[in-house]
C-alpha cells in the first residue's frame, strides 16, 4: 500500500506589495493579521490532525488582490476571500472536516466566474 494523497490541497497567497504600493496584496503591512495566517492554518490544521490529509501551500498571487487575503481549496476551486483566523477556524470545522463549503466566505461570482478551457482561452486570444 502506498502513501495516501491529500484529500485537500489549500494554496493561501502569500503575496505582499512593496510598502507604499497602491495595490492591496494578501499580506500587507497594514493588516499584521495577514502575516500570521499561513502559520496560524498550518497549526490548526496540526492541531486538528489533520496535516496528514490536507497540504497547505504558500503560494504567490492568485489575482484576486482586491478581496484579499484569500486561499484556494482543492478539489472544487473553493476561493476563500477576506480571511481571518475566525474564518480559517470555520473553513477547517465547516468545509475541510464537515464537508460543506462555507459560502458566505466564498469570492463572488462576479470576480470568480466559470474557468475557461486551455482550447477556448487559445481561440479568444487569436493562437
Known amino acids: 500500500m502506498g502513501i495516501p494523497q491529500p484529500a485537500f490541497y489549500i494554496f493561501k497567497c502569500e503575496q505582499s506589495a512593496p510598502p507604499g504600493m497602491p495595490k492591496p496584496s494578501c499580506v500587507s503591512q497594514a493588516n499584521p493579521e495577514s502575516r500570521e495566517l499561513f502559520g496560524y492554518l498550518g497549526q490548526k490544521l496540526m492541531e486538528k490532525g489533520l496535516i496528514a490529509t490536507v497540504s497547505p501551500i504558500r503560494t504567490s498571487c492568485l489575482n484576486r488582490c482586491q478581496q484579499g487575503p484569500?486561499?484556494?481549496v482543492e478539489p472544487g476551486h473553493f476561493m476563500y476571500v477576506a480571511l481571518?483566523?475566525?474564518k480559517i477556524d470555520r473553513i477547517i470545522d465547516e468545509h475541510i472536516i464537515g464537508e460543506k463549503p462555507v459560502t458566505e466566505f466564498?469570492?463572488?461570482?462576479e470576480f470568480w466566474d466559470k474557468a475557461?478551457?486551455?482550447m477556448e482561452a487559445m481561440k479568444m486570444s487569436g493562437m
Open 106 to 109: 466564498l469570492i463572488e461570482e
Open 84 to 86: 481571518t483566523k475566525q
Open 116 to 118: 475557461i478551457a486551455p
Open 70 to 72: 484569500v486561499m484556494l
